[in-house]
C-alpha cells in the first residue's frame, strides 16, 4: 500500500514538474568533466575536473531551459601528480590567475517528437579568460524520483570537442594534439 502511494506521488510529482521550468542543483559527488587527447600519436592522456558546481533548469513544457556549470581548474587530475602539478603551471591552465572555467548554456535541444528528454547543449566555454563556443551531444539522459531524497533528480553524459589552441593553449603542439575530446557527467537535484 505505501508503494502505491509512493509511486502515485511520484507519478503526480513528475507531472508537475513538466508543466513548469525545474531547477536542479548539481550533485558534487556525481558531477565531472573528463577530458581526452592524443599524446605523441602513441596513446591518450586522461584527465578530469572536479566536482564541477552549477545548476540547470529545465522547462520540458517550452523545450527550453539554461545550464550553468563552474569548475574548479586546480582539481585536474590524470592520476600522475607530477604532470598534473605541470598542467596547472603558466604555459598550460595557468590555475593561479584563472583558478576557474565555465560553461553557460541557453540553447537546449531535446528529443524529436516531443520527446521530453535533453539532446544536447550549444553554450560558451570560459577558459583563461577567454570564451568560445562549445556544444554538448547527450549520449544518455535521464530523470528519476530519489527514494532517500523524495525529489527527482535529472542526469545524463554529454560530449564535445574543442581545440585548445582556441584558448591559447599551444604548449606541445603538434606532438601533442590540439583536439581535446571533452565527456561531462553531471546529475542534478530538483530543487524544492
Not at 584527465?47 to 552549477?54: M, N
Not at 535521464?142 to 545524463?156: A, D, I, K, S, T
Not at 554529454?158 to 575530446?181: N, W
Given at each position: 500500500m505505501r508503494f502505491a502511494v509512493f509511486i502515485a506521488?511520484?507519478?503526480?510529482?513528475?507531472?508537475?514538474?513538466?508543466?513548469?521550468?525545474?531547477?536542479?542543483?548539481?550533485?558534487?559527488?556525481?558531477?565531472?568533466v573528463q577530458f581526452e587527447l592524443m599524446h605523441f600519436g602513441t596513446s591518450t592522456i586522461r584527465?578530469?575536473?572536479?566536482?564541477?558546481?552549477?545548476s540547470v533548469t529545465l522547462d520540458r513544457e517550452a523545450r527550453s531551459g539554461e545550464v550553468s556549470i563552474e569548475l574548479p581548474m586546480a582539481s585536474v587530475s590524470t592520476g600522475v601528480a607530477p604532470f598534473d602539478a605541470h598542467l596547472r603551471r603558466a604555459d598550460l591552465l595557468a590555475v593561479e590567475p584563472h583558478p576557474l572555467a565555465w560553461f553557460v548554456a541557453r540553447r537546449l535541444r531535446y528529443g524529436a517528437d516531443g520527446e521530453p528528454a535533453l539532446?544536447?547543449?550549444?553554450?560558451?566555454?570560459?577558459?583563461l579568460g577567454q570564451s568560445r563556443g562549445l556544444a554538448l551531444t547527450a549520449t544518455r539522459f535521464?530523470?528519476?524520483?530519489?527514494?532517500?531524497?523524495?525529489?527527482?533528480?535529472?542526469?545524463?553524459d554529454?560530449?564535445?570537442?574543442?581545440?585548445?589552441?582556441?584558448?591559447?593553449?599551444?604548449?606541445?603542439?603538434?606532438?601533442?594534439?590540439?583536439?581535446?575530446?571533452?565527456?561531462?557527467?553531471?546529475?542534478?537535484i530538483r530543487e524544492p
Open positions: 506521488l511520484t507519478g503526480a510529482a513528475l507531472a508537475a514538474a513538466r508543466a513548469e521550468p525545474q531547477r536542479y542543483a548539481l550533485d558534487p559527488a556525481h558531477s565531472f584527465g578530469r575536473f572536479g566536482p564541477a558546481r552549477g539532446a544536447a547543449v550549444e553554450g560558451e566555454l570560459t577558459l535521464g530523470c528519476y524520483p530519489h527514494p532517500r531524497l523524495q525529489r527527482e533528480v535529472c542526469g545524463g554529454f560530449e564535445g570537442e574543442l581545440k585548445r589552441s582556441d584558448f591559447g593553449i599551444d604548449y606541445g603542439l603538434p606532438f601533442v594534439a590540439d583536439r581535446v575530446r571533452i565527456r561531462v557527467q553531471v546529475e542534478g
